[in-house]
């Protein structure tokens, strides 16, 4: 019985645990799907300034080292943001495998809820529902024992055994314990 309840209270944990690994999937999920957003947004954005540029008026080296500043802090940013959202895509992967990893923890967790029915079932007596999809390993293990081959044969020599019994008085009757002695 306290395997039972020791399986049960396994069984309880690991629900708890892929719950708790679900949830955390999901805001994980949310966050990478937020910066992924943003990031597309910057690089469009990005875009968007380097298809507008003019070409720069001669107003002086002063603006023109500006411009050269700040074309390559564009540049820099957007170097960065198609870093972090290969990031992102790297780590949106990750999160696939790891609810790929959930789903296969889930069809365990199945599995155990259906052997600890049936335990509860043997230790109650109570008849599981469905009593012949998970015994038919058993059977397998232990097969039947033969019928018909080995009484046919045995059929036959139970009656001229029986008919001889009653003639027999002693075990000097029998032909082969004559011959010993």
Do not use: C, F, W
């Amino acid at each position: 019985m306290s395997d039972g309840l020791d399986m049960r209270d396994r069984y309880e944990q690991a629900l708890a645990e892929v719950e708790e690994m679900k949830r955390t999937l999901r805001e994980h999920a949310q966050r990478v799907a937020a910066r992924e957003k943003e990031l597309e947004e910057l690089r469009l954005e990005v875009a968007g300034r380097q298809g507008r540029r003019r070409p720069a008026d001669p107003t002086g080296p002063d603006r023109s080292d500006e411009l050269a500043r700040a074309i390559a802090e564009v540049e820099k940013r957007e170097r960065e943001a198609v870093q972090e959202l290969a990031l992102a895509k790297a780590e949106r992967e990750r999160l696939d495998e790891r609810e790929q990893a959930i789903r296969k923890v889930e069809r365990e967790l199945a599995g155990l809820r259906v052997q600890l029915k049936e335990e509860r079932a043997q230790l109650t007596g109570t008849v599981p529902p469905e009593p012949e999809p998970a015994r038919e390993p058993e059977p397998d293990a232990e097969p039947p024992p033969p019928t018909p081959l080995p009484q046919a044969p045995t059929e036959p020599d139970l009656e001229p055994a029986a008919g001889s019994k009653h003639h027999r008085s002693s075990m000097l009757a029998d032909p082969q314990l004559k011959k010993r002695s």
